[in-house]
């Protein structure tokens, strides 16, 4: 059954309707279609791409860090595009040593969380052939940092971390290992300075 009224106010003691006239849809339909196309042409805007373009944004958001043709800016492509890395000590509290390779160790004694070293985006995490569990996080185009032998991995592949935010656990008296890496080689010239990490290229 065709509804012929539409509703348009309803209160406690009155209901407001309008009675709907018959349209012809066989002239309603093509004027439609011509205002349509009249005003995509009159504003200059091709609502087929910009109609594609939205759907893509909003069902598709791959990062530019696994796709550098997606021509969308999100979140991590920002972390990606920093310049300059300010790595911080993963541990708080741990004694280090800085080995020749440039590995540095850290001996989990007061504090058992282990943090990213700056902001950037989780590449890699599991456990190795080995048996020991990592994490591997890309700070920008060139810098990334490996942590080695932790307890709890509180992070997945593909999310953002901030300088600084729990990324793991360990163990207390377990030995963590950092390693740096820059444009896939292992940084073996570090020292520490008031909880930064240093290199010169």
């Given amino acids: 059954m065709k509804k012929n009224v539409m509703i348009l106010s309803i209160t406690k003691n009155e209901i407001t309707i309008l009675k709907k006239k018959k349209r012809s849809t066989r002239v309603f339909l093509p004027a439609i279609f011509i205002s349509f196309f009249v005003l995509c042409f009159a504003t200059n805007i091709n609502f087929l791409a910009e109609f594609k373009e939205n759907i893509l944004r909003v ?3 791959v990062s530019s860090l696994y796709n550098d043709n997606s021509g969308v800016v999100f979140t991590n492509g920002g972390v990606l ?4 890395v300010n790595l911080i000590l ?4 741990a004694a280090y040593e800085i080995l020749e390779d440039g590995t540095v160790e850290f001996v989990v004694q007061k504090s058992i969380m282990v943090s990213s070293c700056d902001s950037g985006v989780v590449i890699d995490a599991g456990v190795s052939l080995d048996g020991v569990k990592f994490v591997t996080i890309k700070h920008n185009a060139s810098v990334t940092t490996k942590i080695e032998n932790i307890e709890i991995l509180g992070v997945e592949v593909g999310e953002t971390v901030k300088s600084g935010q729990d990324i793991a656990t360990a ?4 030995i963590v ?3 740096i890496f ?4 292992q940084v073996s010239n570090l020292k520490i300075s008031k909880s930064k990490i240093l290199w010169e290229n």
């Avoid at 163990?171 to 377990?174: A, H, L, S």
């Avoid at 820059?182 to 080689?185: E, G, I, L, R, S």
Wanted: no cysteine; glycine share 4%.
């Fill in 59 to 61: 069902y598709s958001p």
């Fill in 81 to 84: 595009e920093k310049d300059t």
């Fill in 90 to 93: 993963p541990i708080k509290g």
């Fill in 171 to 174: 163990k207390v008296d377990r």
């Fill in 177 to 179: 290992r950092l390693r």
């Fill in 182 to 185: 820059q444009n896939d080689v």
